[in-house]
């Protein structure tokens, strides 16, 4: 009598678990089995009639259990960002208030200033444009609290492992340091990101789009509001989409493509599908941030390109 062996589910590190199949089960049944080849490629002794001993399988990899559980709940977390987790950490109290204050202020600043200039306002020149301009208006003390305490706070404590990227709370860009790319309304940083994204268009062509490119604080934070809105002040799992306040990439020089046939579906699963990000894996040159699975605690973005180190 032979058992044969198929897997009844892949757990975040890839290990399986194993299910024996009974004799006369069916074959088509057994995922990795089915499918040309499965079956008749399996030597004797490669159909095991025990499963493997996972804290031994462990072992060999130098792991405890403790590891494999600490794995198994990030991988849990990066499976769905968007949803409640064990220990995720929630705004304190004292700024909850200003919140939707804070993001209606720089929503009106946004439109102050245009989607695309907005980009590059550092937060100096939005604090004197806010008291003299009605439409925008000066940020009450609790707004600032709040998006000071976002932007000094250790991201780390909320589950963010990615490095801090700008230091300066104020500064905003100057057109010394960032090009303004007309047709998508983005600024570029002249050094890098600007020769990069059209070395990019020109291997990959018109459907290559630009959907964001430099952004200082002031626009990460309108973003990042928005985030905490949508999670009911849940910090930690709106990191998990995009990075807080500071520890932006697109803070320093990275930026978002997309498909011209996507749309609004540009920042989805839909576009790792695409024909524009298929013929991106073909670059060499071009390395994405946030790879599937990455140590930063962000979920896979394939638009996200990296620039610089
Ligand atoms: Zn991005």
């Given at each position: 009598m032979k058992w044969l062996i198929g897997a009844s589910g892949t757990s975040a590190l890839g290990i399986t678990a194993y299910r024996l199949l009974g004799p006369g089960?069916?074959?088509?049944?057994a995922p990795g089995l089915s499918g040309a080849g499965g079956l008749s490629?399996?030597?004797?002794?490669?159909?095991?009639?025990e499963a493997p001993n996972q804290l031994e399988f462990l072992d060999e990899f130098g792991w405890t259990e403790a590891d494999l559980e600490a794995v198994r709940l990030d991988s849990k977390k990066m499976q769905s960002p968007d949803r409640y987790a064990e220990g995720d950490v929630f705004l304190p109290s004292e700024f909850r208030q200003a919140l939707p204050s804070a993001l209606a202020r720089l929503n009106r600043a946004q439109g102050y200033y245009g989607h695309g200039f907005f980009n590059i306002v550092g937060f100096k020149q939005l604090f004197e444009t806010a008291g003299k301009t009605t439409e925008i208006g000066r940020f009450s003390i609790d707004e600032l609290g709040l998006l000071q305490w976002l932007f000094f706070e250790d991201a780390k404590n909320f589950g963010f492992k990615g490095p801090k990227v700008s230091m300066d709370f104020l500064a905003g860009f100057t057109s010394g340091q960032v090009h303004y790319e007309r047709q998508f309304g983005q600024f570029l940083f002249r050094e890098k990101a600007k020769p990069l994204w059209e070395r990019m268009r020109k291997d990959i062509g018109r459907d290559l789009i630009l959907t964001s490119g430099a952004r200082a604080l002031p626009k990460q934070c309108g973003l990042f509001l928005a985030k905490l809105m949508d999670s009911q002040g849940n910090v930690s799992l709106a990191s998990r989409s995009l990075a807080p306040p500071g520890y932006s990439f697109h803070g320093s020089g990275d930026f978002d493509v997309g498909s011209r046939h996507l749309g609004d579906e540009n920042f989805t699963h839909l576009f790792a599908r695409s024909d524009v990000f298929r013929r991106m894996q073909g670059l060499a040159y071009i390395e994405l941030r946030y790879p599937a699975g990455n140590r930063f605690g962000v979920r896979f973005e394939p638009w996200h390109v990296k620039v610089g180190s």
């Amino acid at each position: 009598m032979k058992w044969l062996i198929g897997a009844s589910g892949t757990s975040a590190l890839g290990i399986t678990a194993y299910r024996l199949l009974g004799p006369g089960a069916d074959i088509s049944s057994a995922p990795g089995l089915s499918g040309a080849g499965g079956l008749s490629e399996l030597a004797p002794e490669q159909i095991l009639s025990e499963a493997p001993n996972q804290l031994e399988f462990l072992d060999e990899f130098g792991w405890t259990e403790a590891d494999l559980e600490a794995v198994r709940l990030d991988s849990k977390k990066m499976q769905s960002p968007d949803r409640y987790a064990e220990g995720d950490v929630f705004l304190p109290s004292e700024f909850r208030q200003a919140l939707p204050s804070a993001l209606a202020r720089l929503n009106r600043a946004q439109g102050y200033y245009g989607h695309g200039f907005f980009n590059i306002v550092g937060f100096k020149q939005l604090f004197e444009t806010a008291g003299k301009t009605t439409e925008i208006g000066r940020f009450s003390i609790d707004e600032l609290g709040l998006l000071q305490w976002l932007f000094f706070e250790d991201a780390k404590n909320f589950g963010f492992k990615g490095p801090k990227v700008s230091m300066d709370f104020l500064a905003g860009f100057t057109s010394g340091q960032v090009h303004y790319e007309r047709q998508f309304g983005q600024f570029l940083f002249r050094e890098k990101a600007k020769p990069l994204w059209e070395r990019m268009r020109k291997d990959i062509g018109r459907d290559l789009i630009l959907t964001s490119g430099a952004r200082a604080l002031p626009k990460q934070c309108g973003l990042f509001l928005a985030k905490l809105m949508d999670s009911q002040g849940n910090v930690s799992l709106a990191s998990r989409s995009l990075a807080p306040p500071g520890y932006s990439f697109h803070g320093s020089g990275d930026f978002d493509v997309g498909s011209r046939h996507l749309g609004d579906e540009n920042f989805t699963h839909l576009f790792a599908r695409s024909d524009v990000f298929r013929r991106m894996q073909g670059l060499a040159y071009i390395e994405l941030r946030y790879p599937a699975g990455n140590r930063f605690g962000v979920r896979f973005e394939p638009w996200h390109v990296k620039v610089g180190s």
